[in-house]
């Protein structure tokens, strides 16, 4: 069974940063690419970052120069240091991991999720 476990949300200040972790496990195919999404209160699910083993990156606009996604390979892990964090970035962060079909930037129903980690930027 497909394990996708967050760590990291909390609390902070705007302009304060977090590091958001994701762990995967229990897959029966290699892990291409990593990505996480956020749902903010009343908004649907939205892209934040993406990768994939080779380093390729993608960033939503909102979130570029401010957030890094990285990814550890052998650990299938996946983290999302963001830095100068803002109101307007808080909600649930999600981990996604896209099925071997699907997009590598995935956000697919189908695709594994985590349970969610809350962000909260507030002073």
């Known amino acids: 069974q497909v394990r996708v476990v967050e760590s990291g949300g909390g609390l902070v200040q705007p302009g304060g940063s977090l590091r958001l972790s994701c762990a995967a496990s229990g897959t029966i195919f290699e892990i291409y690419s990593m990505a996480w999404y956020r749902q903010a209160p009343g908004n649907q699910r939205e892209f934040v970052a993406a990768t994939t083993n080779g380093g390729t990156t993608r960033y939503a606009d909102s979130v570029k120069g401010r957030f890094t996604i990285s990814k550890h390979v052998a650990k299938d892990t996946v983290y999302l240091q963001m830095n100068n964090l803002q109101p307007e970035d808080t909600a649930v962060y999600y981990c996604?991991?896209?099925?071997?079909?699907?997009?590598?930037?995935?956000?697919?129903?189908?695709?594994?999720w985590g349970q969610g980690t809350q962000v909260t930027v507030s002073s």
């Open positions: 996604n991991i896209p099925r071997p079909d699907s997009t590598w930037v995935g956000g697919d129903e189908y695709d594994y």
